[in-house]
């Protein structure tokens, strides 16, 4: 084992102090394509094993070819880098290499968990009891989102299974995440039940549009349902008018027929809404009050999906765009590692249903299985406090304690200090978008930390905006990132608008850590327009 | 960003030159119960932060009362300590805090991950061609597979959900995981729709017995169906005598109803089973031969849940417990953070079916949903590399790199060597408790690592074996654990055994790393002979 932490030491100080990891130099990227870098990685495990320096070399060429996530020019994700308190939280982690299963393995961080979920759902949401559990991704926090919905409607679901329902349906704007359609598949919904409402002009989803899609799903009959009922009837009322001497019969047996028809063939249930606050291309916050107030009229659970844009739960002067949260949504998805800057993963689902001691609220119900190898009851300590019965994991990944660590360093005002920061700076890039010749931004106004704009090249500015021109306009964005990412100079990202009919545009959103400056934001636009010059 | 570094550097000194954690003293676990521990950890997020020596003071806490899971006394779980290859890989893959979603973001990660999979599936488990995926830990991996054989059995369940198909039927042993019930009512099939199959007296599925369960769920047609056709039936024959002149309109009223009654209210279909290669309390071993025969006589998906026992694989010595896996499975999950000793987590799992090259293949049809955000088709490099797609998550955490660094550390070889190690050294405990007076062994044979056992105490020896005594023997593995867990002396599991009514027996669990040694298990048959020689 000596040789093992030999090496650990050593390569520990290689990233604490050689520099490219933690505080990367000028190249955010020294990218190679797939097959150059396989020829610089000797890739094959051997059947001996590698010498220290073989697998110090192999961490170098590691290092030197990813990405530089703490890079102040990589902006192309709803991730970005570490800083100490993460990190070190992180390392601590991997360093006692235990689950959140059970309090005796991890009593800590069974704590800890425990009381950074229960701060942040009271004082960030506002919520006084509920649950909480920390989930592998925010997509899998929104199908366990989903799981408690359903659950609360048809608990008999567990045992019993999707076929004994009848079709439970899911609602998301169109600029929602596609994980309510992946969970729809892989939780047995179907993504046909999986019902897209459309947004408006700022990409938020539209409430009134919402109550009519409720509205209709629930008065839809299936197809064969109709197709049947029509076709008895008609053949009930030729009989009944024939045979009338066995008229009671007859009667009892369409009867019997309708029910039947009824309990298998029956419309859609209205499950569950999943808002968005903080959608991934566009930043936009579903406006909660009246999606919620929809919800409630129709008893639906309301999800909110705040997987981005959670963390202005965080301040103050931002809160203001996730208004109606407490008042009316059952669960909300937040991934911490996200704006809040917390290491990979940290996603938190909240649940504002009962608390997570009470052994029997809604998340152990949903998912408990009771195994005896795990969950003895006849343990020397309150085994309340063993909670991975809560989740469908066995052995969770402990989540919590980087974040706790960050926020300890940090603290509540700090975390506020940041995220308005974030949010100043982007305000600072959407002027630049605004007022420098060229660039032109997609939304007129600002709407969370991810900015997104065209680039119009010399080439093509003043011509008339036609399907020509857009068409051509789609084409630049990944020119000028292919340019960018060749010199290394940057990452960023583009993504194709619906309402633009599919025209790439750049995408910049922005985090707490490292902070991000106004220096930044002018260099991200001289760069752009520094390439594309000849476009 | 300075004293956060400055901070990493100062904690990373006390993880690795303190010792308490990589090399811990005497005791496995300061034990405190959660109020106590409560008092003595500032759990708090202030407003204001914390300095950097409240952090580090909080940090030493937290490593204080925390399990010392490289301790060799640490004997509870399938999981155990790190050395330092994994936790280089480990806090490397932190420091650069990306995902696993697209090429770019993680161009070395993603041909690492792509390469150790295709290494251990054609070497480990010989399978030339096929896919693979790390997994958030074993219970969802084995919910993959579930997701994968339902898509090759009925795709459209992806759009249309389970409602639209016959109840779909999976098998696990009595001995098998949790996982599948939980993932059962996650995924919509209804806990109801697993099949359990009974096992021998060494805890193995009894193939003769899954193909009789099978059978029974391919001819059972639902009660509601059977009930329905006998009353119409009834009715049709009493109305085809009276009405003779409408007899022909009765005949089709009749036929369209048993058309519907047939595709409504069919009878199961057999999906797939899932084998355990290691279950969790006993190690045992379903024959993967018998059973691999018996699904492919029946056309059913065979999932090998070999999370525990799946490191037989890198020894030449003892895969043959798994031998049919390669010629019979279809998938298998595989957790090499358990007996393999990556850190947490590290679960893989493999399919024999299409590459994952391929970017159509069975993963990615089954799972992908084609996200305009994430998925371009105009980048500037070969897409086919961007496995984000495949998985239900969105953003995926690394956990590839840290297994291959260690693999790449110790060898393929090295490897074998400790996994024979851990072997051989669990033989020489099963003999121990064989042949030290008060000792039993649960199962009359070797089977895996884990070894099972009972300790009689001194008061309850020679006594006859009725129910009394077995209802006083379920109290002494707790209480026995419980005087070593206050001590601090050792962390060891009890589990109720199925076989036994439910009498509480020892589970002692070998891995590679640390690597166990017979001293340690002299250590342990005393220890346990020491606290329990009053009772």
Same mark, same amino acid.
């Given at each position: 084992?000596?040789?093992?932490?030999?090496?650990? $030491?050593? +390569? %520990?100080?290689?990233?604490?102090?050689? /520099?490219?990891?933690?505080?990367?130099?000028?190249?955010?990227?020294?990218? +190679?394509?797939?097959?150059?870098?396989?020829?610089?990685?000797?890739?094959?495990?051997?059947?001996?094993?590698?010498?220290?320096?073989?697998?110090?070399?192999?961490?170098?060429?590691?290092? !030197?070819?990813?990405?530089?996530?703490?890079?102040?020019?990589?902006?192309?994700?709803?991730? =970005?880098?570490?800083?100490?308190?993460?990190?070190?939280?992180? &390392?601590?982690?991997?360093?006692?290499?235990?689950?959140?299963?059970?309090?005796?393995? /991890?009593?800590?961080?069974?704590?800890?968990?425990?009381?950074?979920?229960?701060?942040?759902? %009271?004082?960030?949401?506002? &919520?006084?009891?509920?649950?909480?559990?920390?989930?592998?991704?925010?997509?899998?926090?929104?199908?366990?989102?989903?799981?408690?919905?359903?659950? !609360?409607?048809?608990?008999?679901?567990?045992? $019993?299974?999707?076929?004994?329902?009848?079709?439970?349906?899911?609602?998301?704007?169109d600029q929602g995440h596609y994980s309510t359609k992946k969970g729809a598949s892989f939780m047995g919904f179907?993504?046909?039940?999986?019902?897209?409402?459309?947004?408006?002009?700022? /990409?938020?989803? #539209?409430?009134?549009?919402?109550?009519?899609?409720?509205?209709?799903?629930?008065?839809?009959?299936?197809?064969?349902?109709?197709?049947?009922?029509?076709?008895?009837?008609?053949?009930?009322?030729?009989?009944?008018?024939?045979?009338?001497?066995?008229?009671?019969?007859?009667?009892?047996?369409?009867?019997?027929?309708?029910?039947?028809?009824?309990?298998?063939?029956?419309? =859609?249930?209205?499950?569950?809404?999943?808002?968005?606050?903080?959608?991934?291309?566009?930043?936009?916050?579903?406006?909660?009050?009246?999606? /919620? !107030?929809?919800?409630?009229?129709?008893?639906?659970?309301?999800?909110v999906d705040a997987a981005w844009g959670g963390s202005v739960l965080l301040s103050r002067r931002h809160r203001?765009?996730?208004?109606?949260?407490?008042?009316?949504?059952?669960?909300?998805? &937040?991934?911490?590692? =996200?704006?809040?800057?917390?290491?990979?993963?940290?996603?938190?689902?909240?649940?504002?249903?009962?608390? #997570?001691?009470? *052994?029997?609220?809604?998340?152990?119900?949903?998912?408990?299985?009771?195994?005896?190898?795990?969950?003895?009851?006849? =343990?020397?300590?309150?085994?309340?406090?063993?909670?991975?019965?809560e989740s469908i994991q066995c052995g969770r990944k402990v989540d919590a304690f980087k974040l706790w660590l960050? +926020?300890?360093?940090?603290?509540?005002?700090?975390?506020?200090?940041?995220?308005?920061?974030?949010?100043? %700076?982007? !305000?600072?890039?959407?002027?630049? *978008?605004? %007022?420098?010749?060229?660039?032109?931004?997609?939304?007129?106004?600002?709407?969370?930390?991810?900015?997104?704009?065209?680039?119009?090249?010399?080439?093509? $500015?003043?011509?008339?905006?036609?399907?020509?021109?857009?068409?051509?306009?789609?084409?630049?964005?990944?020119?000028?990132?292919?340019?960018?990412?060749?010199?290394? $100079?940057?990452?960023?990202?583009?993504?194709?608008?619906?309402?633009?009919?599919?025209?790439?545009?750049?995408?910049?959103?922005?985090?707490?850590?490292?902070?991000?400056?106004?220096?930044?934001?002018?260099?991200?636009?001289?760069?752009?327009?520094?390439?594309?010059?000849?476009?």
């Open positions: 084992m000596e040789e093992s932490w030999e090496f650990l $030491r050593q +390569l %520990t100080r290689e990233i604490l102090d050689g /520099g490219e990891v933690l505080t990367p130099g000028e190249k955010v990227i020294d990218f +190679l394509h797939p097959e150059q870098l396989e020829e610089r990685l000797d890739l094959n495990v051997s059947k001996e094993g590698s010498s220290r320096e073989e697998l110090l070399e192999a961490c170098r060429t590691v290092i !030197r070819y990813s990405l530089k996530t703490c890079h102040p020019m990589f902006l192309s994700r709803l991730y =970005k880098g570490v800083d100490g308190y993460g990190l070190g939280g992180a &390392w601590l982690t991997e360093a006692l290499n235990t689950t959140q299963t059970t309090y005796e393995v /991890g009593p800590a961080f069974t704590l800890v968990e425990k009381s950074v979920i229960q701060q942040l759902r %009271t004082e960030a949401v506002g &919520w006084d009891k509920g649950d909480g559990l920390f989930c592998p991704g925010g997509s899998l926090a929104n199908m366990f989102a989903m799981a408690l919905a359903r659950h !609360r409607a048809c608990p008999e679901v567990k045992s $019993r299974g999707m076929r004994a329902f009848q079709p439970l349906v899911c609602y998301a704007s179907g993504t046909d039940n999986v019902h897209i409402i459309p947004t408006d002009d700022r /990409g938020r989803m #539209i409430p009134e549009e919402l109550d009519l899609a409720m509205r209709q799903d629930i008065e839809q009959v299936s197809y064969l349902s109709y197709f049947s009922l029509v076709y008895v009837t008609t053949v009930y009322l030729q009989l009944s008018t024939t045979c009338s001497e066995k008229y009671n019969s007859i009667q009892i047996f369409y009867n019997s027929y309708v029910v039947y028809i009824k309990t298998v063939a029956q419309g =859609k249930q209205p499950l569950m809404v999943c808002a968005t606050s903080g959608t991934t291309v566009l930043g936009a916050y579903d406006p909660l009050e009246p999606v /919620g !107030r929809v919800c409630r009229a129709h008893g639906v659970w309301l999800h203001g765009l996730m208004a109606g949260l407490a008042e009316y949504a059952d669960s909300v998805a &937040w991934n911490l590692h =996200k704006m809040a800057s917390s290491p990979l993963q940290c996603s938190l689902l909240l649940c504002r249903h009962e608390t #997570i001691l009470v *052994v029997q609220g809604l998340l152990f119900k949903c998912n408990a299985n009771n195994a005896e190898y795990l969950f003895q009851e006849d =343990k020397y300590y309150d085994t309340q406090y063993d909670t991975g019965d960050g +926020l300890k360093a940090h603290g509540m005002g700090g975390m506020e200090v940041l995220v308005d920061k974030a949010f100043e %700076t982007s !305000r600072y890039l959407l002027k630049l *978008v605004q %007022t420098t010749e060229g660039f032109r931004p997609v939304l007129p106004e600002f709407e969370c930390t991810n900015i997104c704009f065209w680039y119009i090249p010399p080439s093509l $500015r003043g011509l008339p905006e036609d399907d020509h021109f857009w068409n051509k306009m789609s084409k630049v964005a990944p020119e000028i990132k292919r340019r960018l990412v060749m010199e290394g $100079r940057m990452l960023i990202d583009y993504h194709p608008i619906t309402s633009k009919s599919m025209v790439n545009c750049f995408r910049v959103p922005l985090h707490c850590i490292p902070v991000p400056s106004a220096k930044d934001m002018d260099f991200l636009v001289a760069e752009i327009a520094r390439v594309a010059s000849d476009l």
